[in-house]
């Protein structure tokens, strides 16, 4: 079994910043893509961005700019360095990781974390 487990969220002021964190424990041989998700009451999930195990990044157009995605592949673990956040920012943000538990099948499973809630104030 793999647990995602997030930290990080909380209470900003407009333009200000914060750091998400994202560290997978269990059975993991390795881990290819992950990404954040964020999402809002009544809104379906939203990709904001991914980085693969290559170190390859993709930002949703919203984001870009100002959100940074990193990853510590020794640590399992991934971040969302968000900077100049906005009211519009204001959700619950996911961490996603597709990984290979098994290096003798190398298939691939996704697995959600639980979820950090990240409000902005104007």
């Known amino acids: 079994q793999v647990q995602l487990v997030e930290s990080g969220g909380g209470l900003v002021q407009a333009g200000g910043s914060l750091t998400l964190s994202c560290a997978a424990s269990?059975?993991?041989?390795?881990?290819?893509?992950m990404s954040w998700y964020r999402q809002t009451p009544g809104k379906q999930r939203e990709l904001v961005a991914t980085i693969i195990s290559g170190g390859r990044t993709n930002y949703a157009d919203s984001v870009k700019g100002r959100f940074t995605i990193s990853r510590d592949n020794a640590k399992n673990t991934v971040y969302l360095q968000m900077n100049s956040l906005k009211p519009e920012d204001t959700a619950v943000y996911y961490c996603?990781?597709?990984?290979?538990?098994?290096?003798?099948?190398?298939?691939?499973?996704?697995?959600w974390g639980q979820g950090t809630q990240v409000t902005v104030s104007s």
């Open positions: 269990g059975s993991i041989f390795s881990i290819n893509r």
């Open positions: 996603y990781a597709d990984v290979v538990p098994y290096a003798t099948t190398m298939a691939q499973f996704g697995y």
